[in-house]
């Protein structure tokens, strides 16, 4: 087994590799999820009508770059949260069990699924500024713009202009959302690859998208979101972008843990060589 901050390292790089070949859709999706906010379907023009036609138009109006606005920022976001959940998971749980059972090789359902969601907790509070700005510079659009419109240069010239104008607070607007959504998402997929190999996806993607984009107070928290959403747009819009989102994930899903498998093989080796053998008799 890798050390921590091998495993930390490991599950970073696997995320970014998985992240190069599915940003394009993440930012079909946000697009999608940021169109039409707050007003009624009536009201609402439909320039994204879907993943492949998302793609399309993205291509055709920006280019490539338009498909990739934020892959800095998401490289970051990805190290640290797939850092900390890939990295953190295990010695969360052996440690847990190590202290109730005192054995770390028992598996408990309920240590399992509280480390999957502490550890994707802490990757999603870490790595959150990262993922508004990511956000932001996603949907921003010189031709075909939804939502509120950010124009930032890059990550950090938006990081930058964030703390300089909304402070620390704003450089953390919406980790609630996030907290609350990587921590389902983790507590259940954790557990299961390490132990069944098997995921189920939870959807609260469009409530953390445009709480991520707001400016100002357009809302108050996750629960004002999910209400003034449905209210004006309908039950539905909780689910705007659901297929680019499922074009995402799943094979990001993926490719970040079979390419974690490998990094950590490569993170292993690397320790072997580098390690005394009191650190390494002591992992």
């Known amino acids: 087994m890798s050390t921590t901050t091998g495993a930390f390292i490991a ?3 696997a995320a970014c590799g998985a992240v190069t070949v599915t940003h394009g859709f993440e930012t ?4 999608l999820q940021l169109q039409g906010e707050l007003q009624s379907k009536q009201e609402a023009p439909r320039l994204y009508k879907g993943v492949f036609h998302g793609v399309s138009v993205i291509l055709r109006n920006e280019g490539p770059r338009g498909l990739f606005r934020g892959i800095g920022g998401a490289y970051v ?3 640290v949260l797939n ?7 295990e010695p969360l749980r052996k440690g847990m069990t190590t202290a109730i059972f005192k054995d770390a090789n028992v598996q408990s359902l309920g240590v399992n699924i509280f480390s999957g969601a502490a550890s994707g907790i802490l990757g999603a509070a870490a790595g959150s500024p990262f993922f508004l700005v990511k956000t932001r510079l996603q949907s921003f659009s010189p031709s075909l713009p939804v939502g509120t419109q950010h124009g930032y240069k890059n990550t950090v010239d938006g990081l930058r202009q964030i703390g300089r104008g909304e402070g620390i607070r704003g450089l953390y607007r919406g980790v609630g959302a996030a907290m609350v959504r990587t921590g389902f998402g983790s507590s259940v997929q954790l557990p299961t ?3 069944a190999k098997r995921r189920l996806v939870r959807h609260l993607d469009t409530v953390m998208s445009r709480m991520y984009n707001q400016t100002g107070n357009l809302y108050s928290g996750v629960m004002d979101c999910v209400l003034k959403t449905v209210k004006t747009e309908g039950v539905l819009a909780i689910y705007k972008g659901f297929f680019a989102h499922l074009a995402r994930i799943l094979p990001h899903t993926i490719l970040t843990l079979t390419l974690a498998e490998q990094t950590n093989k490569f993170m292993r080796r690397f320790e072997d060589r580098v390690l005394p053998v009191a650190v390494k008799n002591a992992i």
């Open 11 to 13: 599950g970073g790089l």
């Open 28 to 31: 079909v999706k946000i697009r």
């Open 77 to 79: 976001y990805q190290m």
């Open 83 to 89: 850092g900390c959940r890939l990295g953190f998971y």
């Open 193 to 195: 690859y390490f132990f």
